[in-house]
């Protein structure tokens, strides 16, 4: 056995380092030895023991860590020991509120987060710059806790100027320079994410328009109404944050989510008893520029945001989805969770946490928290899908708030995230792996919200009330309805007021009576009657627009379908359902079979569509109005027979139109020369290279009095918000005019019915909207009497029609005014004198024409009009007219 030696002695360098407790190497002697104990005698036993080992060691070895001179820690050191009494608080404070306090220790923890910019993984790879930075790091200072507490908001107060530059993140030029191989990668970093919750929190705050807040005003709005969502403007955030715009497109799934917190945060802060009505809030971005349609989306806009429009033809009920997932171990009955359930992946678990088994697991429904989900079903737009294509749909999943904001019919625009998912169907029917695509919203506008009341500014307000102060209001509508049509002045003005429409009522919630006027146009093949229901389908805020020949009875009203997910019955509406609050227009309306037409009477005038099948009953609304274009028996009108012999259509569907007009392609040389030159300069001023600007002077000033069709729209949805009352009603006259009206129709015709009374009040209204009155006046229902007596005379046969105009000449002529009664006797007049001129001479042509005064005022004695001077001098004689002072004489000039 070896000699035992002696313990190694202390050497001379550390001796000295001992007399010098501050030498460089004393950094080293951080914490002082322990205090002497019992077991001492132990361990120099243990010391002298393994003492032939030590004898091993040479001295450069190791080093004494405890120096002779270590009882000079416990030496009293009074500027040490103290504390400074001038930021000692000694002061007793009364308790703070709970809510106050949390905001206080929240606000300490944020700052004391921004502070430790290093992780602990950070540390554990360089221990020398772990000690210089716990060297370097700040300790908190009580002045500046002071400070804090100084400027801390009160509850329901909040700074929107405060500036976040303290907060820590990078900035624009950092987050631009992306350091990874994708937008989403990036993102995942740390200091990005904490980069763009500064720069949106900073855009919520600050961002300013015409220097005025532009989200604290929608922020209070929100929380006013109790809402969920904040919109903010794609155009706002490109404008000020582009970077973040960028990072939207490209990856909208994590920035989005980035995005809610925040305005969570931001809107928590200022109202901290929010979160009890709403834990969440959506951002929702609008204006975004780019709009695609259905049948553009392709691979390269997976995973972006994307703006697209159509038309909802289906919709699911709303299912509870999985947020946040808990499970219980049955083994351990541990609880496991909570996992995210994303739409992408599935939740799969492997082993317990607690015992380590493989399962079972089941699912714990009590603690697992669940999310609204809905689907609807997307269809290309009927104007937008190319000639010889089908139109296209896509499935969208609607969450949260969006829950049934759309109902099918509805036209849209959808702003959401074009995402893909495994679908096994697609895989087993393709034979490869096929992704089934989807469109998760975040934002959905209906077509009507473009001009709907709500969104228009004072300035269109202010617009329509001077449209509406213009006494030939009413007649500048009838000319703005398809300008480009010539005549047809009472088909017009029949369609301007079915678009304005009748005020409906609503009995004791018992008995619904319509307030929609439907019109039927019947005429001979040429006179423009299709091209009028596709001015209705531009100018209308919602229309559908159909074909007789290619309509069934289910595709007009609605159809059962099993619904692919649930494997249920549903509903799924046709065009009179997808017309409800709009109008519902039918070409060809005589090739329908008559099954179907008998499937529309409910429709059009009780206005719902019962539907008993497939175990289920139900009532769809249909509250549209219709216009419908039907094309007479033998394809013209025969005059010599009533409007019941020239159309293959039953009396209950005819009784359920208020208007009927007939539409008679007459010979007439003076209109049809009008006609023609009207035509020929129509074409002419289409051209898209035309640019001529010397246009005749009258073609000219009648465009001025043309309404364009977006400002009509806008009149048009302003007006339909008034519900004007019935006043001045001359109950004998429409009583007398009723009688008379019974009597006449058993002559043939029409049949008159209590609907038409129930027609005059309904144009009445219509007329008083066009007005943007609240009430009915005498001429409203002048008006309306007109327009039904015009419709009943063209029902009519010829000698018998001439015969009721001069029966009910009374009632015709209060409705039309003095100068509009003038000018239809001038036309008159000169058609006569130019039927006279063919007569004489066959090849000559129509020059000038010339009518006496003397002549007119004759004319007009005879319609109770004796000033005839203020109307040849009024804008619409010289419109059309010439009157030569000196010879007293009225020209009408062809040439």
């Known amino acids: 056995m070896a000699e035992r030696k002696r313990p190694r002695e202390p050497s001379p360098n550390a001796e000295s380092r001992s007399q010098n407790p501050y030498s460089p190497g004393s ?23 393994i003492e032939d080992d030590i004898s091993d060691i040479s001295e450069e070895d190791g080093e004494n860590l405890y120096n002779s001179d270590f009882e000079r820690d416990y030496e009293e050191r009074p500027d040490l020991d103290n504390y400074d009494s001038e930021n000692i608080d000694d002061e007793e404070h009364e308790e703070l509120d709970l ?11 944020e700052r004391d987060a921004r502070g430790n910019e290093r992780t602990a993984a950070d540390y554990l790879l360089d221990t020398n710059n772990y000690l210089q930075e716990k060297t370097k790091r700040r300790r908190r200072k009580v002045p ?4 804090q507490q100084e400027i801390l908001p009160q509850i329901g107060e909040f700074d929107e100027d405060s500036d976040d530059d303290d907060y820590e993140g990078m900035n624009n030029e950092e987050l631009a320079d992306v350091k990874a191989t994708s937008i989403s990668e990036w993102i995942k970093n740390p200091a990005v994410q904490k980069g763009i919750v500064r720069q949106f929190r900073n855009f919520i705050r600050k961002y300013k ?20 969502s904040l919109e903010v403007s794609y155009m706002h955030l490109e404008s000020d944050k582009p970077v973040l715009a960028r990072f939207l497109k490209k990856s909208p799934v994590e920035i989005l989510q980035i995005f809610d917190e925040v305005a969570t945060d931001v809107i928590l802060k200022k109202h901290p008893h929010y979160e009890e009505l709403n834990k969440e809030i959506h951002v929702r971005i609008t204006d975004y520029p780019i709009l695609y349609t259905l049948r553009d989306l392709r691979h390269t806009h997976l995973n972006t945001l994307v703006r697209i429009s159509g038309v909802v033809t289906r919709r699911t009920g709303v299912f509870p989805q999985l947020k946040f997932v808990k499970y219980n171990c049955l083994k351990c009955g541990g609880v496991l969770g909570p996992y995210t359930q994303d739409i992408q992946s599935e939740i799969k678990l ?29 269809q290309e737009t009927p104007g937008t899908i190319p000639a010889g294509r089908l139109p296209r749909h896509r499935e969208i999943i609607l969450l949260c708030d969006l829950i049934d904001s759309v109902k099918p019919g509805d036209e849209i625009e959808i702003t959401g995230i074009y995402r893909n998912n495994f679908d096994i169907s697609l895989n087993v029917k393709n034979g490869f792996p096929v992704f089934a695509t989807v469109i998760e919203a975040n934002y959905i506008v209906k077509r009507e919200d473009f001009y709907s009341t709500y969104k228009l500014t004072d300035e269109d307000r202010e617009q329509l009330k001077n449209l509406a102060d213009d006494p030939k209001i009413a007649q500048k509508i009838y000319k703005s309805i398809a300008p480009s049509i010539y005549g047809h002045e009472d088909i017009k003005r029949a369609i301007a007021l079915s678009l304005f429409g009748g005020v409906a009522k609503n009995i004791q919630d018992k008995h619904r009576l319509r307030g929609d006027i439907n019109i039927l146009m019947l005429g001979d093949p040429g006179t423009a009657k299709s091209q009028f229901l596709k001015y209705v389908e531009k100018t209308a805020y919602r229309a559908v627009y159909t074909s007789g020949r290619g309509s069934s009875s289910v595709g007009l009203t609605a159809s059962v379908k099993k619904d692919t997910i649930t494997r249920e019955w549903t509903l799924e509406g046709g065009a009179f359902v997808l017309a409800d609050n709009g109008v519902c227009l039918i070409d060809e309306f005589d090739k329908m079979e008559d099954k179907d037409r008998v499937s529309i009477h409910e429709a059009m005038e009780q206005q719902t569509i019962s539907i008993s099948k497939a175990g289920i009953n139900s009532t769809l609304n249909a509250r549209c109005a219709v216009i419908a274009a039907a094309n007479p028996i033998g394809g013209r009108y025969n005059t010599s027979k009533p409007f019941s012999d020239n159309v293959e259509l039953t009396e209950p569907i005819l009784s359920r139109f208020d208007v009927l007009c007939v539409v008679k392609d007459t010979v007439d040389p003076t209109i049809d020369e009008i006609l023609a030159n009207f035509v020929v300069e129509s074409h002419v001023r289409s051209h898209p290279d035309y640019h001529d600007k010397s246009d005749d002077f009258a073609v000219q000033r009648d465009n001025r009095s043309v309404i364009p069709q977006d400002l009509l729209r806008k009149y048009i949805i302003y007006a339909k918000q008034i519900k004007p009352q019935l006043t001045n009603l001359d109950d004998h006259m429409i009583s007398d005019l009723y009688s008379k009206l019974r009597k006449e129709a058993q002559n043939g015709g029409i049949p008159i019915t209590v609907r038409y009374l129930e027609s005059m009040l309904r144009l ?15 001429t409203d229902v002048e008006i309306a009497i007109d327009v039904v007596l015009q419709s009943f005379f063209d029902s009519q046969k010829f000698s018998i029609s001439n015969r009721l105009k001069r029966q009910f000449a009374k009632y015709i002529n209060k409705a039309k005014e003095q100068s509009e009664l003038l000018i239809h006797i001038l036309n008159d007049m000169v058609r006569e004198k130019v039927q006279l001129q063919k007569a004489s001479n066959v090849h000559s042509r129509t020059g000038n ?29 010289t419109h059309l007219f010439m009157w030569d002072q000196n010879q007293d004489l009225i020209i009408k000039s062809f040439t």
């Open 99 to 109: 809510t106050i306090r949390r905001n206080i220790e929240r606000m300490m923890d």
């Open 144 to 147: 500046e806790v002071t400070q």
């Open 849 to 877: 024409v010339h009518i006496s005064v003397s002549e007119l005022i004759e004319q007009a004695k005879k319609y109770n009009v004796y000033d005839v001077d203020s109307f040849l001098r009024s804008a619409e004689f």
């Open 209 to 228: 328009k015409d220097g005025k807040s532009v989200y604290w005003p929608r922020i209070e709005e929100l929380t006013k109404d109790q809402l969920q």
């Open 764 to 778: 009445a209204e219509a007329h008083a909207r066009m007005h943007l009155r609240t009430y009915t006046n005498k």
């Open 27 to 49: 950094y080293l002697n951080l914490t002082s030895p322990p205090p002497p104990s019992d077991t001492d005698g132990d361990i120099e036993v243990e010391e002298n023991l």
């Open 350 to 378: 492997n082993h317990c946490s607690y015992c380590q088994s493989k399962g079972p697991f089941n699912l714990n429904t009590e603690q697992t928290m669940y999310s609204d989900y809905q689907k609807i079903t997307v």
